[in-house]
């Protein structure tokens, strides 16, 4: 048996897109796994440095940054990273740079004007954010107004971090996309630490940490942009038989699309606000759910579930790095109109992001009480627990579909992500309202589940009836195949030692 799964899995080495996904995709989730416990190391550090005082201001800021950093992108980052594996699959060098030029003059300005607003606009609504009897209160506006001036920093980076993203330079992506800044952060909270305990070092060396990933992300791109040669083999000039690149016949649509017509600001605009306004719609919909329950049930019934939520996420990190090199993997297809190419790289994709989340997802259900007591005894509870287990089997259907919104994303069908992100946010701010009241936070984990599940499979039955793909992987057919070829070898060892009896 052991033999026969070792041969099985050297044939699947010898398939081009299961042995780069593996191999870039594992190196990823090392990667975001150091990225995670970086993450929690540095809420330690400001814990029991700086107080849980300054932890507040700090979150408080870091909401600020992320949700208007989100529109400074307007997902002109998610955007060019599809163009940049798109074009560069054939050998179209030249629009990635004139893409990724089109893609500044939208950024640089919208990115430039959002910091400015919030810098001035913070002073009018801190009143409301923080509690006037702190000491320091007089002094938080500021403290905001940091992460407000490093918006236009966040949001240029992160053009950065997704164009190095597709060219499949996945290790250089994940380090400085979830590990750098952070890293970054903590080591500047260690030194200013040893001098004083002031609140302003915490944002400050957030802000910092934000500014040194936006500096080596940008030089990183700069370097591959006037280098293309050493971007990668990928990309190499496809021509056909004449001596012409080839057109695109892009899916779904009735006319040719000629890679050599550079794109337009209106079009890139077309491509980024949809996977914007999905992006968006996903966090408003991961959020909401804890606005509500704060407004019904108490701190500790919302830390409880803060906790749930948090943990389960933690089975899908191979879904998300598995993610970061099949998607640039699904827009090369898609930009060589290889339809082939594309449902062997979304099979081999949906394979591994099965057999790497199932163990997670396994360990969390067999035992739901240990995994929540690593984070304190006041989690053990029969009903900490329940909520656990439901928030873990919604978080099933994300890994049972497999990578569905990043191959919409990257095949040029953002739209439908939008519409069913929309959709999703209505299903779960409905269910919310309904069941909070009765059952508080076990009828917040019930929406969660109903929601993420209805988002993921709606996904997976559209690509299915438009493109022709299935994503939700099926472990039984690899096992009902192994089993009838290993019945037909033996079959035909059996006829062979017929003949040489006779």
Request: hydrophobic share 50%.
């Amino acid at each position: 048996m052991i033999s026969k799964l070792k041969k099985k899995f050297n044939k699947k080495f010898k398939d081009e897109d299961f042995s780069e996904i593996l191999k870039k995709g594992s190196g990823a989730f090392g990667i975001s796994i150091v990225g995670r416990f970086i993450g929690y190391l540095l809420l330690m550090v400001i814990g029991w440095i700086y107080g849980q005082e300054a932890m507040g201001v700090y979150t408080v800021g870091l909401s600020i940054l992320s949700i208007v950093g989100i529109f400074g992108r307007f997902g002109v980052d998610m955007a060019l990273s599809r163009f940049v594996a798109q074009y560069g699959s054939i050998g179209r060098w030249d629009l990635v740079q004139h893409t990724y030029r089109k893609a500044l003059i939208i950024i640089i300005p919208l990115g430039i004007f959002l910091s400015a607003a919030t810098y001035f606009i913070l002073p009018y609504y801190t009143d409301n954010l923080f509690d006037p009897a702190d000491a320091d209160f007089d002094r938080y506006t500021f403290y905001m107004q940091l992460f407000a001036a490093s918006i236009i920093f966040y949001v240029l980076g992160g053009l950065s971090e997704e164009c190095i993203k597709g060219l499949k330079k996945t290790a250089q992506y994940n380090w400085i996309a979830h590990v750098v800044n952070q890293l970054v952060a903590i080591l500047f909270l260690l030194i200013f630490g040893l001098f004083s305990k002031d609140q302003l070092w915490v944002n400050l060396s957030y802000c910092l940490g934000i500014f040194v990933a936006f500096l080596i992300a940008q030089l990183y791109w700069l370097h591959y942009l006037k280098n293309p040669e050493i971007a990668g083999t990928e990309f190499k000039s496809r021509k056909d038989k004449k001596g012409k690149n080839k057109a695109l016949q892009v899916e779904g649509a009735n006319k040719i699309v000629a890679p050599e017509e550079p794109i337009t600001t209106a079009e890139l605009l077309k491509v980024s606000a949809p996977m914007m306004s999905a992006k968006y719609l996903t966090m408003i919909y991961t959020w909401l759910d804890i606005l509500i329950l704060a407004w019904y049930a108490a701190e500790t019934k919302v830390a409880i579930y803060r906790v749930a939520t948090r943990l389960t996420s933690l089975a899908t990190i191979p879904l998300i790095s598995i993610n970061s090199i099949a998607g640039p993997k699904f827009a090369e297809a898609y930009g060589k109109n290889d339809q082939k190419q594309l449902k062997n790289s979304v099979k081999q994709s949906t394979r591994l992001v099965f057999w790497s989340c199932i163990p997670i997802l396994a360990i969390f259900l067999i035992f739901p009480k240990f995994s929540m007591w690593t984070f304190g005894k006041d989690f053990t509870g029969t009903e900490a627990v329940l909520v656990f287990v439901i928030v873990t089997l919604g978080q099933a259907a994300n890994v049972l579909t497999g990578p569905v919104t990043v191959l919409l994303n990257m095949t040029g069908r953002q739209k439908i992500t939008m519409y069913y992100a929309f959709a999703t946010v209505i299903i779960d701010v409905s269910l919310n309202l309904i069941l909070i009241p009765l059952y508080g936070i076990i009828g917040a984990a019930i929406a969660t589940s109903v929601a993420r599940t209805v988002l993921n499979f709606g996904l997976a039955f559209q690509i299915y009836y438009t493109m022709g793909i299935v994503t939700i992987y099926n472990p039984f057919s690899d096992i009902r195949d192994m089993l009838k070829r290993g019945k037909k070898k033996k079959n035909k060892l059996d006829i062979n030692q017929s003949d040489e009896n006779e």
